[in-house]
């Protein structure tokens, strides 16, 4: 099956961050009664969601033209 149509596929994912960064999300993560997972989650998930949009926004500029030959593959 392809992994796209499965749901609730998980990976481990093992990151280096800065104590400093760590204590911060560590601290926002308990104020926030969640779990540092969560919390970086819903973070990476935020950041994906604002670049695709921005990548959306950019690209509506972009007039919908034939490629110039010289441009073609």
């Known amino acids: 099956m392809d992994r796209g149509k ?3 596929i998980m990976s481990t994912v093992s990151i280096r961050l800065p ?10 993560s ?3 009664h969640v779990s540092i997972n969560q919390f970086v989650t819903t973070a990476l998930a935020e950041k994906i969601s604002a670049l695709i949009t ?6 509506a500029k972009v007039a919908d033209v034939e490629a110039a030959d010289i441009d073609r593959l």
């Open 6 to 8: 499965r749901k609730n």
């Open 30 to 32: 308990k104020k926030g």
């Open 54 to 59: 921005e990548f959306q926004k950019t690209m």
């Open 19 to 28: 104590d400093s960064l760590h204590e911060t999300v560590s601290k926002l």
